[in-house]
């Protein structure tokens, strides 16, 4: 069964600090993955995708996420944590040869100053 | 552009009362979706559909019906609400369904079945 696994609740950062939001993946043929976050009372917002080639994605607001075959993971990081990078974080895979995604239950991040 | 929009924002319904939420979107897109979001449960597919006059089950359909009369609008509809059905509903939009495309979300339904 093809599956995405977020497997911490919250993370807690301060400001400045980097940050990682781990995500761990179970999928059928090739994986392609995102990263959506969510602020308070908002829909989700696209940060970044993995299709292929270089493991390492940058995608919107300084995040970037490195894809790892071998451990099946795909987590977000960012060098230096903002404030205003609060919000819940979800990982999703697409569902394979559907147009389906499937995502995880969601990471909240919680930057402090 | 006004992207993804939904329509109501909130709504509270009294058990057995029936309603539509709307997703209308002006990205021409082919493919939208209907997601509901629960606390713990991250989001999870109801319905979608890969085209005009076209729609198709996700992983929780029951209780709920969708259509896509017109390619700019995606309605889903509850015939009888449930207190279960109380959650978060998003529509989402994708271009195409080749090679992995960005799903754009709109800004979310908020429902309260009481």
């Known amino acids: 069964a093809q599956s995405v696994a977020q497997p911490e609740d919250q993370v807690n950062v301060a400001e400045g600090n980097p940050l990682t939001v781990k995500c761990t993946y179970s999928v059928s043929g090739n994986p392609y993955l995102f990263w959506y976050v969510q602020y308070p009372n908002r829909g989700l917002q696209f940060l970044l995708k993995y299709i292929t080639g270089d493991n390492l994605v940058k995608g919107s607001y300084g995040f970037e996420a490195e894809f790892n075959k071998s451990q099946t993971s795909f987590h977000l990081k960012k060098p230096s944590a903002l404030v205003s990078d609060s919000a819940l974080y979800f990982c999703a895979v697409r569902k394979f040869n559907t147009d389906k995604l499937i995502f995880g239950t969601g990471t909240r991040l919680q930057v402090f100053p | 552009n006004a992207g993804v929009t939904q329509t109501p924002k909130f709504r509270v319904l009294k058990t057995g009362q029936s309603m539509t939420l709307l997703c209308a979107q002006d990205m021409n897109h082919e493919y939208m979706y209907w997601y509901r979001q629960d606390p713990g449960m991250g989001l999870r597919l109801i319905h979608y559909?890969?085209?005009?006059?076209?729609?198709a089950k996700g992983e929780v359909p029951d209780g709920y019906n969708v259509s896509r009369l017109k390619k700019q609008n995606f309605l889903l509809g509850l015939e009888s609400a449930a207190p279960s059905q109380t959650s978060v509903y998003f529509c989402?939009?994708?271009?195409?369904?080749?090679?992995?495309?960005?799903?754009?979300f709109g800004p979310g339904t908020r429902l309260t079945v009481l």
């Open positions: 989402a939009v994708a271009r195409t369904g080749g090679e992995p495309d960005t799903q754009y």
């Open positions: 559909s890969v085209g005009e006059g076209t729609t």
